[in-house]
């Protein structure tokens, strides 16, 4: 499982002020950061990935330029954009999103590679095991594993009492989003709840009525790329139908989404920084093991809850990280 990137989409060295323990002048280290998607350049995401840089004592415009590529949306470019980091023969690419990594990969084996988080990495491939990566890619994966999943659909049956069949939106093509829907089927028993799979594919636009004619009362939506191609659809389709939603990105709920509960994108992305700053001193991305995450964010949406009829409970607000009113 994976997301979006926060990259603009021509090259930018960005400044930023001198830091007091910055790594000696003389070379400026160039990082490549390639996603899918195009993101303002002062995204919180690339502003923690920046700032935990100049913890480390790198300075833009000074010993660090960080070179920003992007695939505009269309994912089926993004070899085209990997090679041309390539070309420019950055450092250390930096990819989003595992379609990124698995492109970084397929453009070079030499340049070393950071994921700053992709879904199950040697399940795609990506490495020969988190301990042991092998090859030139190492960092993080943003996917907490199969049971989590059922630690979302129980958050939804907690703000959602009365659910009992909860339409999945996930894509067979990402192996992930196939064991975590195992796991939230087995544990659906338990809950109440009847998850069924919906299987979201592209080209083309998104169908409510797949949903609707199972009977659904309930969305879990997974955090893959397909689903943010029909992010507007899927958020319309709850919002008209009053279907009590979880997502996997804080996003959704920013606008208009019920809640999410997912890994804490932040602060993957400032330990992919460190994970740089240790390739530049010499690491070999071979021997540094994949970390997996271990920040997870809940956010809810209060004024969402109220137009649905629902009514939070407080102790579900006491662990949310962030309730919109």
Not at 215 to 229: E, G, S
């Amino acid at each position: 499982m994976d997301r979006r990137a926060f990259t603009t989409g021509a090259v930018a060295l960005l400044t930023a002020p001198f830091v007091a323990n910055a790594q000696p002048t003389g070379k400026v280290w160039r990082i490549g950061v390639l996603g899918p998607v195009a993101y303002a350049s002062d995204s919180a995401e690339l502003a923690a990935f920046r700032q935990r840089l100049a913890d480390l004592g790198y300075a833009e415009g000074q010993n660090l330029a960080i070179v920003l590529r992007d695939a505009g949306g269309q994912y089926d470019r993004l070899p085209d954009v990997a090679a041309e980091l390539v070309r420019l023969k950055v450092d250390v690419i930096v990819t989003i999103t595992t379609p990124g990594a698995l492109a970084a990969k397929q453009a070079t084996s030499t340049i070393p590679i950071v994921m700053a988080g992709s879904g199950d990495a040697v399940q795609r491939g990506l490495v020969a095991s988190l301990a042991r990566p092998g090859g030139n890619i190492t960092g993080l994966t943003n996917y907490p594993g199969p049971e989590f999943v059922v630690k979302q659909l129980q958050l939804l049956k907690e703000v959602a009492p009365r659910i009992s069949r909860a339409a999945v939106l996930m894509s067979s093509s990402f192996p992930p989003t196939v064991d975590s829907f195992t796991a939230m089927q087995a544990a659906g028993g338990t809950l109440g709840v009847t998850p069924f799979a919906i299987e979201m594919n592209r080209p083309g636009p998104f169908d409510p009525a797949v949903v609707l004619r199972e009977r659904a009362d309930a969305l879990v939506v997974n955090p893959i790329p397909l689903n943010w191609d029909h992010q507007q659809a899927i958020l319309d389709l709850a919002a008209k139908h009053r279907l009590p939603a979880m997502y996997g990105e804080n996003d959704w709920v920013r606008l208009g989404g019920l809640m999410s509960y997912w890994t804490d994108w932040l602060d993957l992305r400032r330990r992919a920084a460190v994970y740089v700053d240790k390739i530049l001193k010499g690491a070999r991305p071979a021997d540094l093991p994949v970390e997996e995450p271990t920040r997870f964010e809940l956010v809810v949406n209060l004024k969402t809850a109220k137009a649905l009829g629902l009514t939070i409970p407080p102790s579900v607000l006491a662990r949310a990280d962030e309730v919109m009113q």
